[in-house]
């Protein structure tokens, strides 16, 4: 590049300005404030991004919700089976009770009580017969 030094007028902010040019006039960036191109750039988060965030928080919301449905689910299922095994036992008490009544009315009834046996009688032997007891 030429310069012209005909022109005694110019003054020192175009002799700086000249002096930065660079491919016909594109002046040069300056490199004392240059830094890494991300910190000038904001980043913004697409739609696409935007809707998956959303759907991870829902689906791990839903996954929490389902969870405690199933716990609560299976907790119900526990109640009903313990309720349904305490109806079994006090239905089978019922009947036990209601056929030892019966044992002892009949026993009643024949002479006899079941429970209490007061003579030593020989009708009913303990041992069946032909036994014999050896140290006696």
Known sequence: MKRFAANLMTDPEYDWWWGKRINDNVPSSCQENTGPIEEHFQVFPSELEIVKQDFEKKSSELGKRIKKLEEEKIQDQL????????????????????????????????????????????DDPTYPLGFTQVNV
């Open 79 to 122: 109640a009903k089976v313990q309720q349904d095994k305490k109806d079994q036992i006090q239905e089978f008490q019922r009947r036990l009770i209601s056929q030892l009544t019966q044992l002892l009315a009949r026993g009643i009834e024949n002479g006899k009580s079941t429970l209490i046996n007061f003579g030593d009688d020989n």
